[in-house]
């Protein structure tokens, strides 16, 4: 791809800011939103390919609650759950170049699309969380093996011959 082809596409997007909505288990509302067209009732929809979503704990905890029929009116368009949902920024960028194009880690010569999924700030306290209650990094106190000892003497002698 040529670096004006990716500033065009960047260019037709909208400026603003694009919000991504995740949960756990949303490609599986996704995919039965879009399997409601073609399997009208829930029991056409057990007996279809798309079974298995019907079984993930999330979908039958809905399925539950409402007690539908039609999977349209168990609203798997508009499922939100009251928690465990996380929002991302994504935004769509260029990487790349003509030359040397290995060394950009991309698989293709030229210029790359790069969607980035950009953490919110809750991410970055999570993570600082984790980082002070880490344990001990290993490597900064190495245990010293009982031929370790030996091992530095010897390598004392042949720095003084």
Known sequence: MLKQEVEEIIACLPAERTIFHYYRDRYAFA???RACARYPSVRALRASPFRALLEK??????????????PFDFGVDSYWPS??????????SGWGSNHQWRDNQ????????????????GAFARFARLQRH????????????????????????????
């Not at 991309?106 to 700030?121: A, F």
């Not at 490597?139 to 390598?155: E, M, T, V, Y």
């Open 134 to 161: 880490r344990p001990p990094d290993l490597r900064s106190r190495r245990q010293r093996a009982p031929g370790d000892a030996r091992l530095g003497a010897a390598r004392r002698q042949l720095r003084h011959r």
């Open 83 to 92: 928690d465990g949902h996380e929002n991302y920024t994504l935004t769509l």
């Open 57 to 70: 704990p999330i979908v039958r905890a809905h399925l539950a609650t409402t007690g539908a029929a039609s």
């Open 106 to 121: 991309t698989s293709r010569r030229g210029y790359n699309l790069v969607l980035q999924l950009n953490l919110d700030t």
């Open 31 to 33: 995919l039965l939103a």
